[in-house]
């Protein structure tokens, strides 16, 4: 937490309808005694209310078992605290992954839906392995050699250094894995 | 109560031996009692770098099997004194050992030695394994290439996973002028990947080589560049609080070059 916003006052707008008025108070006290934050008011999202990814890719069924998902609606996370390093490996096939760390060269992360690093991709990460097309690789620093999503593979072409901004890799057109610069979700 | 510290680094040949030898003389020269410990069973060379291979009687392996009390397998260095060397079996292989015979040899030595000093063999298998079961530190030797570092990320995780603490890290045959002209990692680099407390960087130096063929520790040449870092990492041991100094020659001019060759 950047402590810059000590004393601040926030508005949160956490796009899910699914927390109840005691989750909230608690939320709104945790701010309160940990950062020092004021939480003046909470926007609850609804149902109707535009899917996380705009990009969502809607023509990828071809290739789709009857089974896969196609959002990430009721998919679980998990979050992975520290730093995957090489030889170690972080599966997660029932939903998607949060790293608060890197995740080393030699280092594997594998998820069914999403995975979120929120430090360097270096390692090799896989996505999707549930069959979600739609599913994505976040790094705050992508710089691996090879991603997958589903059965799409993507190797960079060269070892240049990582733009120094956050990038998502998604399937784009022609099922081959995009990378663009991220700005939300 | 002393402390046991590994020092280990998963590839081979980046600096483990030489850094043993020279820590431990260098602690030994600041008035602790030190013992080094080979654990590179079947491949020792420590007894060579130290010059003691001529002394060396018995073997950890020896005291393992109850040939010999552990005091008595502990030869003397010839320099220094409060420095021991308990040397590592040629004759044996790594799997004769067991993870817990050795915990068992520095258990004792904890009681009576400040420093215990263990020489890590390459890789991450049983004789890593051997090694490590006693230590409450870790020192990890690394080079700043690719290949080391990724070898030493792994060696990282699995002291982790042993919850041994702290893992210090040790940057060795640093190259300034290789870094200079963007063909080496920087120190900012190599601890942006593996994110562990840096204690010391050593630079590339030839006198390294010819104190190793020669048998004599490079603390004890004064002016070398290696000794002094090898000094300083020793008192930073020892808790004495001593910056690490920047190694990298950085002009305006390399910088400005950096910028363009590094980054883009
Ligand atoms: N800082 C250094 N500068 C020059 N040569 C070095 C340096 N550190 C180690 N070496 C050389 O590298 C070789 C391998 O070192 P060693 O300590 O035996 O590695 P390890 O025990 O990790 O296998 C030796 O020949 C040694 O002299
Ligand atoms: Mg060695």
């Known amino acids: 937490m950047n402590r810059s916003l000590t004393g601040a ?67 679980p996370s998990r979050i992975v605290p520290c730093t995957i390093r090489s030889g170690q ?12 760390g890197d995740v080393n060269s030699g280092g594997e992360v594998r998820a069914g839906g999403d995975i979120v690093v929120l430090g360097t991709l270096r390692g090799n990460a896989c996505a999707g392995t549930n069959g979600r097309l739609s599913a994505v690789i976040i790094a705050m620093d992508l710089a691996a050699l090879q991603l997958q999503i589903g059965n799409c593979v993507n190797r960079s072409a060269t070892d240049q250094k990582p733009p120094g901004y956050p990038e998502i890799a998604r399937i784009g057109p022609e099922d081959v894995i995009v990378i663009e610069k991220f700005v939300k979700f | ?38 654990a590179d069973v079947g491949l020792r060379n420590l007894d060579i770098v130290m010059g003691l291979e001529s002394r060396v009687v018995y073997t950890s392996m020896d005291v393992i099997e109850k040939q010999c009390e552990l005091n008595k397998a502990l030869v003397r260095d010839r320099r220094v004194d409060g420095l021991m060397l308990l040397a590592a079996s040629q004759k044996n292989n790594k799997d004769d050992m067991q993870p817990e015979q050795m915990k068992a040899i520095c258990d004792k030595l904890r009681t009576t030695y400040d420093f215990t000093l263990v020489d890590s063999p390459a890789g991450i298998e049983r004789g890593f394994r051997n090694a490590s079961a006693g230590a409450d530190e870790a020192i990890v030797v690394t080079t700043p290439d690719v290949s080391a570092i990724r070898d030493a990320d792994r060696i990282i995780g699995l002291l982790q996973n042993v919850e041994i603490e702290p893992i210090n890290l040790v940057i060795n045959r640093f190259s300034p002028q290789l870094v200079g002209n963007g063909s080496m990692m920087d120190q900012a680099d190599v601890l942006d990947i593996l994110n562990i407390d840096l204690i010391g960087v050593v630079p590339e130096d030839s006198a390294v080589i010819t104190s190793t063929n020669r048998g004599i520790p490079l603390v004890y040449e004064d002016g070398s560049p290696g000794a002094q870092a090898y000094m300083r990492i020793a008192r930073r041991l020892t808790g004495q609080r001593i910056p690490i100094p920047d190694l990298e020659q950085k002009g305006l001019f390399s910088n400005i070059l950096n910028w363009f060759t590094k980054k883009r």
Do not use: C, W
């Open chain 1, 9 to 75: 006052t926030v508005q949160i707008d956490l796009k899910s309808p699914t927390l109840n008025d005691e989750e909230i108070d608690y939320l709104r006290s945790q701010l309160r005694e940990n950062y020092d934050l004021i939480v003046r008011g909470v926007e609850l999202g609804d149902d109707s209310a535009s899917p996380p990814i705009a990009a969502a890719p809607t023509t990828h069924t071809i290739s789709q078992t009857t089974e896969a998902p196609t959002t990430r609606d009721g998919e």
């Open chain 2, 1 to 38: 109560m002393g402390k046991v510290i590994v020092v280990t680094s998963g590839k081979g040949g980046v600096g483990k031996t030489t850094s043993t030898a020279n820590l431990g003389t260098a602690l030994a020269l600041l008035g602790k009692s030190v013992v080094l410990v080979d």
């Open chain 1, 89 to 100: 490996m972080e599966e997660f096939p029932q939903g998607s992954l949060i790293i608060y």
